[in-house]
């Protein structure tokens, strides 16, 4: 069941938030910076607002492929995975009540699970 607190407006604070923060790490900035020209940021951050509106509202706004383009990632491991999902946490549960964090966390976990899985396959590991 999703909660009524956690709408278009929810998701759009903390996909931006969680890029804010994503972009001044020291990890993951680079990796991101790399990929994401500075003009193309505002479509990347529309993008990702429609995947977490699709994965979260069912609101079929986002139709890509989300996978493909982490599997061009050069050298993406575990530790990235493990700053990516604690700057995702701090996020949601400094924007959401305890409901919509638990729903947004469950969510990124089960996904960066399985990206893990296919990235480490996709490398022969
Ligand atoms: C796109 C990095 C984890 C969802 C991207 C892009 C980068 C990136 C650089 C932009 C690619 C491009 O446009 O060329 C990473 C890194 C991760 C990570 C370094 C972890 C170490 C995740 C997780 C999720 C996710 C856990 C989902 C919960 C997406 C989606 C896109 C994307 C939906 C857009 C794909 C498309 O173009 O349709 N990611 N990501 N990422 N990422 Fe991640």
Redesign the pocket.
């Known amino acids: 069941l999703i909660p009524d607190e956690l709408d278009e407006a929810m998701i759009h604070a903390v996909v931006h938030g969680f890029y804010d923060k994503i972009r001044n790490d020291e990890l993951?900035g680079p990796?991101?910076n790399g990929?994401?020209a500075a003009e193309a940021w505002p479509r990347?951050l529309a993008?990702?607002c429609d995947?977490w509106s699709a994965t979260l509202l069912r609101t079929g706004r986002?139709e890509?492929?989300?996978l493909?383009?982490?599997l061009a990632?050069p050298g993406?491991g575990e530790a990235?995975?493990r700053?990516?999902l604690s700057l995702f946490r701090s996020t949601v549960r400094e924007l959401c009540p305890p409901d919509a964090a638990a729903l947004f966390l469950d969510?990124?976990m089960r996904?960066?699970h399985s990206?893990r899985l296919a990235i480490a396959f996709h490398n022969g590991e």
């Open positions: 993951l990796i991101f990929a994401i990347h993008k990702m995947f986002y890509g492929h989300p493909r383009p982490h990632l993406i990235h995975f700053r990516w969510r990124a996904i960066a990206f």
